[in-house]
């Protein structure tokens, strides 16, 4: 009998979830924002409400600010708690990188939630600097300027550096003597920071970010040279940073160690000769999307406070052999920050799939591969179902070359089809019952799983997925005390081959385990883990907009939405990509309609279109067949 363990070994929800995603005694998702410490939500519950309100539609994705907040706390506490431990003497300063997010609503909950840890933000253009500053963030919270850097840029840092905790970071060589001049202009007086270029690189999807070869950074002669230019210029004084970065989502804890043990041998050298206050360890910290625990793209064989741990011992072993003060730890751990808080949920609005549903009736006439085929799938069984199997697939080949020569027609051919297809179905679910786990079989079953269409956008909501295959965990959000026995993978509604879900979390990564659908239920699924970059990344691909938001807190016991932001229309989409609606709505209905009363209703509909979001609203599509029940027309 199945059971809601089964379900949360299945989708690896307790490897990726890190406690904030469970699943409750109804079989519905938890979600617990402040893990142990605040409470569940039943987000059937939050489904069945924002439904019975009709006032939101779906696809959602839903935003907990109040994860954002846990895991500020948590990141600054496991660094608190390495620095108590191994008697560090220095300090530790958490800082967001904005690039990560740039959402008002999720910086603005990073602000408010890390106030009290005086969190900063690292930018890299002069929008994102602008951003910052208008935050309101805590004066002694850090603003890093990184990125390249022209006049204005510089300008407007050295013009607020006064009244903020700026510090302008030198990326490349060059920008040095942009420094130098703008300070001179300005009689301004920066804070600096330069960013070493590490022979370390990092590892997983993004390790050719980092190295010799990265975008950004300064080699050691670089460093020297620079160096020598600030003292020669009085402005030695002003170097208050050493900054690295080895890459995104760094997934094996050996090559942090590696990067920081040559970061703060660096670190060491330059502090002998200036007066340096913060060692930044950039990004990288890995999200388990896999929930493996492993050094692969999408895992990390690494906790948090084995990170936090690593990075502190090592700083303050290398300190103390070169003899040289301990600094303040500066990390911009981004993708840990932000990936958790927010999850895109989508009804299934149909499901795809040519090779079943379809009844064949036997002809006295029909080819003898036909009747070969219908006596392997009446006689297969555990024991020789691969044989009838191998078969079949003989069968079918000598089939596919009569038609091409034209001794049978399309009829027989379709029927060879279904009845192949019945065969490959009915040899897979005795390849299950007899574990078999072969290459042959499991390609077999990878073949016959289902399509369901889930009303989303890929390239919009997880263009990740899309544009570096990142996995992000997807499962059902609810009948997950039942056992699901389709398999399947996800197809969005855009008009893209590549628009689908084809990688998973859990036990089988090929395909997604689901359940039937209902006619008289909606089917809800959820994909998590988004907070981070995908927000930003969206591509508008066929139309499709930012989907309605709804953030949420859970408190006492219970939850309430906190906000709504409302996503795109279809005018609204027009209007973005520069075409004017009404300017050319007047003439396309005197062309295309006769009469006032039939331009009437076309001008009414065409505004209302305007106005409509720009996903579907129906339950869900029909299925591939008119008939009821899914069972499909008779050939």
Known sequence: MWTIEDSVDLYGIEGWGNDYFAINGRGNLAISPRKEVGGSVDVMEIVEGINRSEAIQFPILFRFPQ???????????????????????????????????????????????????????????????????????????????????????????????????????????????????????????????????????????????????SKFGLSTAEILESIRILSENGMIDQLKMLHFHIGSQITDIRKIKIAMNEAARIYSKVRKVADVEYFNVGGGLSVDYDGSQTPTSASANYTLQEYSNDVVYTLQRTCDEEQVPCPTIVSESGRAIAAYHSFLAFKVIGKKNSKDGLDVLADDDDPVQIEDMRQALENMDLENYAEFYHDALHYREE?????????????????????????CQKAATFADADENDSEEFESLKKLLSKKYIGNFSLFQSVPDMWGVQQLFPTMPLHRLGEEPTVRGTIADITCDSDGEIRRFAGEKSDFLALHNLRDDEDYYLGTFLLGAYQDTLGDFHNLLGCVNEVHIIVKDGGWRISKVVEGDDCEKLLRFFNYEPEEGLHEMVERSCVGEEARARVTETIRKALREYSYFKDRYLREESPASGGDGPRS
Do not use: H
């Open 399 to 423: 089939l596919f070359d009569a038609f091409n020569l034209g001794n049978i027609g399309l009829e027989e051919r379709s029927k060879g089809d279904l009845l192949f297809w019945r065969v």
């Open 67 to 213: 994860i954002l907040e846990d895991r500020l706390e948590e990141i600054n506490g496991a660094f608190l708690s390495s620095i108590e431990e191994l008697e560090y003497p220095g300090g530790y300063r958490l800082v967001f990188p904005m690039k990560v997010n740039q959402r008002r609503e999720v910086v603005g909950y990073i602000v408010e939630g890390g106030r009290r840890l005086k969190v900063g933000m690292e930018v890299g253009t002069k929008a994102e600097l602008l951003a910052a500053l208008s935050l309101g963030l805590d004066p002694e919270a850090l603003i890093i300027c990184n990125g390249y850097k022209d006049k204005d840029y510089l300008n407007l840092a050295l013009s607020f550096s006064e009244a903020n905790n700026i510090i302008i970071v030198i990326d490349i060589f060059e920008e040095i003597f942009d420094v130098l001049r703008c300070s001179k202009e300005l009689s301004a007086t920066p804070r600096l920071g330069l960013r070493t270029k590490l022979f370390s690189r990092g590892s997983g999807r993004w390790e050719e970010s980092g190295g010799e070869l």
